[in-house]
């Protein structure tokens, strides 16, 4: 069995940074990625990263977010600065695309249970 647990999200003001988590168990992935939705909106890919260490940021955290692994946990990380109110929204972590299509939420085969992600101005 495949799950992926998220922790980290919370309320913070903006400017202020938090790092979130999504571990997996069950199996290891080639891709891992995250995505965001806020309400009303689509789901959005936010960042995703490979095996070998290649990432993908959507242009709008560019620059602020940070993807990183760490394989021999199965763990996977977003680190995200200088957060704005705009950036508020379920963040979600999801495995099991192949890295052609990690912006694709409809190419991922697992998901998190989602973690809010407030911000206040």
């Known amino acids: 069995q495949v799950q992926l647990v998220e922790s980290g999200g919370g309320l913070v003001q903006a400017g202020g940074s938090l790092r979130l988590s999504c571990a997996a168990s069950g199996r290891t992935f080639s891709s891992r990625g995250w995505f965001r939705q806020a309400p009303g909106k689509d789901r959005e890919a936010v960042a995703a990263i490979a095996w070998s260490g290649s990432t993908y940021y959507a242009d709008s955290v560019k620059g602020r977010f940070t993807i990183s692994r760490n394989n021999a946990q199965n763990t996977v990380y977003l680190q995200m600065n200088s957060l704005k109110p705009e950036d508020t929204a379920v963040y979600y972590c999801?495995?099991?695309?192949?890295?052609?299509?990690?912006?694709?939420?409809?190419?991922?085969?697992?998901w998190g249970q989602g973690t809010q992600v407030t911000v206040s101005s």
């Open positions: 999801a495995a099991g695309a192949p890295w052609s299509g990690v912006t694709m939420a409809t190419a991922y085969n697992y």
